[in-house]
């Protein structure tokens, strides 16, 4: 089953999330961020030579026009390949564990996965960003020394930051799939 919502980050900005249930036990959810225009490119690659073709008319250096644009060859394509993601993805398997997945407009994918076994808790918490209170989705990690402690805070969604209302909606089913971990794991 799947089905897909519309949302907005913390600046007002449209979001997609794509939530699809395999079984009971496993959830897989995506959260997609709106992809570069057209319109923006065109206005920072403008800004950029029209400032080099500025520098080139007081210097008369034609280097200066071969290296704005090799420049912002160079910074666009690190920013695509680095920067840009276009949709987080996060899968929780009850028995296995959660993987959490960035895109990149490049098409480059950084995975993680923590082992169920690791995992204390799903809780969304709070923090103040940019003179704003805003709220994250976070994975707590057991600490392996002492059993009731937290070891690791892993942030979700880190690049989308979406707003309270979306991550409600993945907090509850995450929180689903943990009560059914927890029962099955606990029944002899």
Request: glycine share 4%.
């Amino acid at each position: 089953m799947e089905d897909e919502q519309s949302f907005s980050d913390i600046y007002g900005g449209r979001l997609a999330l794509q939530r699809r249930c395999y079984s009971p036990s496993c959830l897989e959810f995506c959260l997609s961020c709106p992809r570069i225009t057209l319109r923006s490119l065109t206005a920072v690659t403008c800004t950029v030579w029209l400032a080099a073709y500025g520098l080139f008319t007081l210097c008369e250096n034609s280097m200066i026009l071969s290296a704005a644009i090799f420049i912002t060859l160079l910074g666009l394509l690190g920013y695509l390949h680095f920067v840009k993601i276009d949709h987080e993805t996060l899968l929780i398997i009850d028995s296995l564990g959660i993987q959490m997945t960035s895109s990149y407009a490049s098409g480059k994918e950084s995975t993680t996965f923590i082992e169920m076994g690791e995992v204390k808790d799903v809780v969304i918490n709070e923090a103040i960003y940019m003179q704003k209170v805003i709220y994250y989705l976070c994975i707590l990690l057991k600490d392996p020394v002492e059993p009731h402690g937290i070891s690791q805070v892993v942030p979700l969604f880190q690049s989308a930051k979406p707003r309270l209302d979306c991550l409600i909606e993945v907090y509850r089913s995450c929180q689903d799939i943990l009560a059914h971990q927890r029962a099955t794991s606990t029944s002899p």
